[in-house]
């Protein structure tokens, strides 16, 4: 059995530009928090929130975007689809 704790997770990048003014900006002001995967989780939850505090018991919710995102990407891959025939 394999115990590898990165087995359990999901790991995305964000990339800033060098020669990006912002991308720059972004950077220095996200590197003044401790821990970058936690603030950037937090700022997803403040917009999954929108006014509405998001807690296991929003599970409903977060079933419903879910589902929506897999609709989204279903749709995505039709139009790639069309487009490459």
Do not use: C, W
Not at 15 to 38: C, E, G, I, Q, V
Not at 40 to 64: A, C, S
């Amino acid at each position: 059995m394999n115990t590898n704790s990165n087995d359990n997770k999901i790991v995305k990048s964000v990339s800033f530009s060098k020669l990006d003014p912002m991308d720059l900006a972004l950077h220095a002001f996200a590197m003044r928090n401790k821990y970058f995967s936690t603030y950037i989780k937090r700022l997803i939850q403040r917009d999954m929130e929108n006014g509405q505090k998001v807690t296991e018991n929003n599970e409903p919710m977060i079933v419903e975007l879910l589902e929506e995102n897999k609709k989204l990407k279903e749709q995505l891959e039709a139009i790639k689809k069309i487009v490459s025939e």
